[in-house]
């Protein structure tokens, strides 16, 4: 590069030498030849074209010459590239040859030039004392200036003006008459200096070199120092201390991979380029910074960017307006009425700031309250650091289990249609009968109704002295006799509903002839007594009875007296007129039981606290035991699969028990707020119900798969209401019409509902 | 300008048309109305073309629909441009116009039947069957079941010298009376049954007689429907004394009957039964299916899927194949089994507001029908339009039955012990 500087001011040395003068002498050697070849083209006698344009061609050649080189560096980066594409090492050294070649031409050019020179140089030697006169011009031309002061532009741009600049003083200078060339000709002939004049193009005149100069260049062309007394042979100094010097210094000649270029490296390169082709590597562009930003924008937003300390800024006060001012207009300022009235106001609600008027800046005083507002606010923060509270952005909706719709969920009860009124007192048991025409009812006034579900008529009436507990259908369809609770005693009723050969069966069987002997265990407790006022039986209890259950076979029913403590459940067997005492031993006071639907034997109790199944033909403990965790249970019903149960407690809870999966409830259902007073599986859909002392009824969809490993799908479907409250109880049994998806659900309020799909 | 504009956009031309004779003929001529008129307006405006002594109600129809809107609502709505001359058809508008005296019983009045011009018959939760030959008079008294009647229907009514009558009980059996009703007199006479038809297994819900023919058929709580024969000649045993308890019939020598044909398929009660055809049973139970039985091969041929507990059906319609079923839910459905590839009723009819107990076809026309229902009210249908024709809400508790008497009048009778007429209903 600093070729091509040099190469550029080539002019101004041609122009002007002796100003060229040390800045010529210390430029490099190659300027050299372009110097002798001007030196030498202005001597040249034959070549008649010879002057400045042949002086500007040569410009040009030396020009393209750099240029060529300049080519050549890039041909190296180049071929480089593609010595490392073509992953040949050929390439890469061919270039390098290259260089080296086009480096020796050049090398031999200057060379020629340079013996040219020489020989001009020779002929030159016997005009000496010209030179002398202009060494006396020497020292005084250094000062001088260039004349013109158009600078550095090329000439051909005034090539067709008459003037060739301007001098100091801004004045045109015009350009000299060109001789005619054959009379320059002859006048160079006869001038014997004409070897030493040179053509200052850029000045539009003639300058003789000096002696000395001629001399200066003569040596330069030698390729000797421009100056004579310039001793190139100095003796070497030894700066360097090789006393201390810790690492081993060795003079060895470098060695020669230092100057070929890596395998290695290629090798590299090679990888990465493969790499890059094949998109493994791949390179991020540049982030483009934007350069303008929100110069109002809130601060905080970006503080909240930082994941350091959290800077929470303080709420941005409202904007001082006109009234704020020191000087406000008249109309800001209230008048002594209005700061009266101020004065009357509470102080929440007195205006905050009163624009006061002042002449000038200097008469304000100062903020009377900085001082108290200052140490309000750093007990504020001393007092209440804020506290940027992290929140969870959660969707309610998704923590919500994905349940099917209730649409799919049908036919399930949802609207009341039918009532059966009748009743006087708050009806507390209710039963259909297994075919579903029928339903029978209990009440606290005493009495037990038969009513048609179908017309909602009652159909027969049994009126007895104490209220009654439950009523309980045989589940038989040809023994349609009813098992009543009402106190101590357990009522076994005809109702005549069966055809003539079923009454003939179950007046046989209510017949109470000689009865067998009992226990006197058991005798102590239980007596079977005819009752005489409805031709059944009645089965006298030591305690109340609290609930009472038929086998799915008909033939026995279980009575649960709670007070009984641990002789709290019997079970009567009806074809034998027979009463047995549970072979277990019982824990806890009994709440309800239940017979297994599908394993004949087993035996499910509820106490308060437990649900345990027992097997009545093996006598032995307890098969299972339900841990419900629940206060209180008040009721149990069973799917009739046998596999699932449901258990409702006081305190408004249901658990739902997969018994072949865990002892505890696989769900529990907390709906209701107040006491469930009865839970019930229908027989054929999937729905279960409870009843709840609020004057509802829930009723779930919970449908048990055949497959086991596929848990129970539960969910609730409709909340039923309609019935009120009185005396502060609700709703007091619930249960499925045995063939639609219907429910009755008996209310304190002495009325029955039956509510239709 | 503007202003005459929309007053001429709001009167349409119409023109009155109708079937009716005489004295409801108004003149064929364009008459230009407001088009905001509704159907008061409409019939108002025909009342004033006829200049009539009393006013007269009419039902306006434009292309087969009943207008139940204002007269633009309705071209909107149909997209009738109001541009041309409307041609309106009114008929009489179904209403009863008149409310008999109702005709009280001991009990629930649970089953109705109109099919004889000459009489009414009525079926109570007291065990009796009852006939009426006009509101208030009672002339016979059809006794012997011990259980609530459910069901009662004329047999082998074309008889000239005397009405076979069928009731079916919810003490199993179905009972056979035959009634001279030239014997009647200012008393009520007491019928006993000549043939007593045992075989249910459960109450029967309801009884169907053949129309031109000698059978009857019962359907159950026992899911079966039988078919039993009212011949006196083909009984095969007399039992003059049964021990029955309570069942003091000796002194009439006594018919016992067995079922014919069982036609089995209904998984629940059947509570409706209707004959409509010679040997084609419709059927109707709680098991949500309508079926029709061929009593020949005693197979179903058609089984309608409805989705709720049914307790009635009934027949007729164009040509006599719409099906109509109600039951425990306040929709009345109509189903056209004609269609193929559907089981979707073409009509439903939701205004009543709890179960529907009882529904029946017009005899005679074939748009109209009626349903009654537990919220005591009986509803006049027409298929012309979404809704009631109009609403007779003279019962005070449980419509339990109700049945069209000799075209222009429904029986009804309910919870509230009472058989109510009314009468009237001008069906063209």
Same mark, same amino acid.
């Given at each position: 590069m600093t070729k091509k500087k040099s190469e550029a001011a080539n002019e101004d040395q041609t122009r002007d030498t002796k100003k060229k003068s040390v800045s010529a002498v210390k430029s490099s050697q190659k300027e050299k030849p372009v110097l002798a070849k001007q030196v030498k083209s202005s001597k040249e006698e034959e070549d008649l074209l010879?002057?400045? /344009?042949?002086?500007?061609?040569?410009?040009?050649? #030396?020009? #393209?010459?750099?240029?060529? #080189?300049?080519? !050549?560096?890039?041909?190296? !980066?180049d071929s480089e590239d593609d010595a490392s594409q073509k992953e040949t090492e050929g390439g890469d050294k061919d270039s390098s040859e290259d260089e080296l070649e086009l480096h020796g031409n050049e090398d031999s050019d200057d060379d020629d030039e340079g013996e040219q020179v020489d020989s001009e140089n020779d002929e030159e030697d016997g005009s000496?004392?010209?030179?002398?006169? $202009?060494?006396?011009?020497? #020292?005084?031309?250094?000062?001088?200036?260039?004349?013109?002061?158009?600078?550095?532009?090329?000439?051909?741009?005034?090539?067709?003006?008459?003037?060739?600049?301007?001098?100091?003083?801004?004045? =045109?200078?015009?350009?000299?008459?060109?001789?005619?060339?054959?009379?320059?000709?002859? $006048?160079?002939?006869?001038?014997?200096?004409?070897?030493?004049?040179?053509?200052?193009?850029?000045?539009?005149?003639?300058?003789?070199?000096? =002696?000395?100069?001629?001399?200066?260049?003569?040596?330069?062309? =030698?390729?000797?120092? +421009?100056? /004579?007394?310039?001793?190139?042979? $100095?003796?070497?100094?030894?700066? !360097?201390?090789?006393?201390? $010097?810790?690492?081993?210094?060795?003079?060895?000649?470098?060695?020669?991979?230092? !100057?070929?270029?890596?395998?290695?490296?290629?090798?590299?390169?090679?990888?990465?380029?493969?790499a890059i082709r094949k998109g493994l590597?791949?390179? @991020?562009?540049?982030?483009?910074? +934007?350069?303008?930003?929100?110069?109002?924008?809130? @601060?905080?937003?970006?503080?909240?960017?930082?994941?350091?300390?959290?800077?929470?800024? +303080?709420?941005?006060?409202?904007?001082?307006?006109?009234?704020?001012?020191?000087?406000?207009?008249?109309?800001?300022?209230?008048?002594?009425?209005?700061?009266a009235a101020y004065e009357l106001m509470y102080e929440e609600d007195r205006p905050k700031f009163i624009p006061k008027r002042f002449t000038s800046l200097r008469s304000i005083p100062a903020y009377e309250n900085a001082l108290k507002e200052s140490f309000d606010r750093c007990l504020d923060l001393y007092l209440c650091p804020r506290v940027r509270k992290k929140r969870i952005n959660i969707d309610p909706e998704s923590l919500k289990p994905k349940l099917p719709s209730r649409k799919d969920l049908r036919p399930y009860p949802n609207s009341c249609y039918l009532e059966y009124k009748g009743h006087t007192g708050a009806v507390t048991s209710v039963s259909p009968d297994c075919s579903g025409q029928w339903i029978a009812s209990g009440s606290a006034d005493g009495s037990v109704r038969i009513w048609e579900v179908e017309t909602g008529r009652c159909l027969k009436v049994w009126q007895f002295k104490e209220a009654v507990k439950c009523v309980a259908w045989n589940p038989l369809p040809d023994f349609p006799i009813l098992a009543v609770a009402i106190g101590q005693d357990l009522v076994i009723l005809n109702t005549e509903l069966g055809t003539d050969e079923e009454q003939q069966k179950i007046e046989e069987l209510l017949r109470l002839g000689t009865l067998p002997e009992q226990d006197e265990a058991v005798a102590a407790i239980v007596s079977w007594l005819p009752d005489e006022t409805y031709g059944g039986i009645k089965i006298k209890h030591f305690k109340n009875i609290s609930y009472v259950d038929w086998h799915p076979r008909g033939d026995y029913l279980s009575a649960v007296m709670s007070a009984g403590e641990t002789r709290g459940v019997v079970i009567h067997q009806l074809s034998m007129h027979k009463t047995q005492r549970l072979p277990i031993k019982m824990r806890g006071l009994p709440v309800c039981t239940l017979f297994h639907p599908t394993h004949r034997g087993m035996f499910i109790i509820a106490t308060k606290k437990n649900v345990r199944v027992f097997n009545l033909q093996k006598r032995e403990l307890a098969i299972k035991k339900l841990e419900t965790g629940l206060r209180e249970i008040s009721s149990m019903a069973i799917h009739p699969g046998g596999d699932n149960l449901i258990v409702g407690s006081k305190e408004g809870k249901m658990c739902w028990f997969d018994m072949d999966l865990s002892s505890k409830p696989y769900k529990t259902l907390k709906n209701h707020p107040k006491d469930i007073t009865n839970v019930a599986f229908h027989r054929s859909y999937p729905l279960f119900a409870s009843c709840s002392e609020d004057s509802t009824a829930y009723v779930f969809h919970g449908k048990v798969y055949s497959d086991l490993n596929e848990n129970p799908l539960i969910v609730p479907l409709e909340i039923l209401r309609g019935h009120s409250t009185s005396s502060n109880r609700g709703v007091l049994d619930c249960k499925f019409h045995p063939r639609q998806p219907w429910l009755f659900t008996a209310g304190a309020d002495s009325v029955i509902k039956l509510y239709c799909h | 300008m503007n202003g005459e504009g929309e007053d001429a956009s709001k009167v349409i031309h119409v023109k009155f048309l109708t079937k009716l004779d005489y004295p409801f003929k108004v003149p064929v001529t364009s008459v230009v109305i407001p088009s905001s008129v509704t159907r008061l307006g409409l019939s108002s405006i025909v009342n004033s073309l006829l200049t009539l002594e009393k006013p007269e109600p009419f039902d306006f129809l434009i292309d087969g629909e009943l207008i139940r809107m204002s007269l633009e609502q309705f071209l909107n709505a149909k997209g009738i441009s109001a541009e041309r001359t409307l041609e309106i058809e009114y008929i009489r508008a179904v209403a009863p116009r008149k409310e008999e005296k109702p005709s009280l019983h001991d009990d629930w009045v649970s089953a109705v039947d109109g099919s004889s011009p000459r009489f009414v018959l009525t079926g109570c939760y007291d065990g009796l069957g009852r006939i009426w030959s006009s509101p208030g008079s009672c002339t016979h008294i059809l006794e012997g079941h011990t259980g609530a009647i459910s069901s009662i229907a004329f047999a082998n009514s074309e008889g000239a010298e005397g009405v076979t009558v069928a009731t079916a009980s919810k003490d199993r059996t179905l009972r056979l009376f035959k009634v001279d009703p030239a014997e009647s007199g200012d008393s009520t006479t007491r019928v006993g049954a000549y043939k007593i038809l045992c075989g249910h297994k459960a109450s029967v819900a309801s009884v169907a007689a053949q129309k031109y023919g000698s059978k009857v058929c019962s359907g159950s709580w026992d899911c079966t429907i039988n078919v039993w024969d009212t011949n006196e000649s083909t009984s095969e045993l007399s039992v003059p004394g049964k021990k029955r308890k309570g069942n003091n019939q000796a002194e009439e020598p006594q018919l016992e009957g067995e079922a014919e044909t069982t036609l089995v398929g209904h998984t629940q009660c059947v509570s409706s039964v209707v004959w409509p055809e010679h040997d084609v049973i419709y059927s109707c139970s709680w098991d949500h299916s309508v079926r029709r039985w061929d009593v020949e091969t005693g197979k179903d041929s058609l089984n309608l899927y409805s989705g709720k507990a049914l307790n009635t059906v009934d027949v007729g319609g164009e040509g006599s194949a719409l099906v109509a079923a109600g039951g425990s839910d306040p929709i009345l459905r109509v189903w056209d089994p004609r269609k193929p590839g559907t089981s979707a009723p073409v009509f439903q009819f939701a205004s009543h507001s709890s179960w529907i107990s009882a529904c029946k076809w017009h005899t005679s026309s074939w748009f109209h029908l009626l349903s009654a229902s537990y919220d005591g009210k009986i509803m006049l249908w027409d298929l012309r339009t979404a809704w009631p024709l109009s609403i007779i809400e003279t019962h005070k508790d449980k419509v339990l039955c109700a049945d069209w008497w000799k075209g222009d009048s429904v029986v009804s009778g309910g919870a509230d012990s009472n058989l109510r007429i009314s009468s009237g209903i001008s069906i063209s």
């Open positions: 010879l002057d400045s /344009a042949t002086d500007s061609d040569y410009d040009g050649d #030396s020009l #393209s010459g750099s240029l060529n #080189s300049d080519d !050549f560096d890039s041909d190296v !980066f000496d004392e010209e030179r002398e006169v $202009a060494e006396e011009s020497d #020292s005084s031309e250094d000062e001088v200036a260039p004349r013109n002061t158009v600078g550095d532009v090329p000439l051909e741009w005034y090539k067709d003006e008459k003037h060739i600049g301007y001098d100091i003083t801004g004045k =045109k200078i015009t350009k000299k008459e060109k001789q005619d060339k054959l009379d320059s000709f002859l $006048a160079n002939m006869d001038d014997s200096k004409n070897w030493r004049k040179i053509y200052d193009e850029y000045n539009d005149e003639e300058v003789e070199l000096t =002696k000395e100069e001629s001399k200066l260049i003569r040596r330069m062309l =030698k390729g000797e120092a +421009p100056h /004579a007394d310039f001793d190139p042979y $100095a003796p070497y100094v030894d700066w !360097f201390k090789w006393d201390d $010097a810790i690492h081993p210094l060795s003079s060895a000649p470098e060695p020669k991979r230092r !100057f070929i270029p890596s395998k290695w490296e290629a090798k590299k390169v090679v990888k990465y380029v493969r590597i791949k390179f @991020d562009k540049p982030e483009e910074e +934007p350069n303008v930003y929100l110069l109002w924008g809130d @601060d905080s937003a970006s503080d909240q960017k930082s994941k350091h300390l959290t800077y929470i800024p +303080p709420p941005k006060l409202k904007l001082p307006g006109h009234e704020e001012s020191y000087n406000p207009s008249l109309e800001y300022i209230p008048t002594e009425e209005e700061k | -």
